[in-house]
């Protein structure tokens, strides 16, 4: 997972919130709320990127959150993601 591509599914419809967004998939009706840092992650990947590169970004938008956790939290979260349809993966 560390080097593979994440990039959304372009069907997917972002609405943001104050704290956070709703991701909406039109076809199935699927509905993921996400916090602000869901939001950013989603936002990192409008653009291929990797792992590694979300964790620099929210590590350091985030300093008072230890690396592991971000670690974590954001593979979770991408698996999650990609297990609803909302993110693809590239090897």
Wanted: hydrophobic share 40%; aromatic share 8%.
């Amino acid at each position: 997972m560390d080097a593979d591509f994440f990039a959304i599914n372009p069907d997917i419809v972002l609405r943001s919130e104050e704290e956070g967004a709703f991701l909406f998939e039109p076809d199935s009706g699927r509905i993921c709320l996400v916090n602000e840092v869901g939001r950013s992650i989603w936002k990192l990947c409008k653009n291929p990127v990797t792992l590694s590169e979300i964790i620099v970004r929210i590590t350091h938008d985030y300093a008072d959150v230890p690396h592991e956790k971000v670690h974590a939290e954001c593979r979770e979260f991408l698996s999650n993601l990609e297990k609803l349809g909302f993110l693809s993966i590239a090897h």
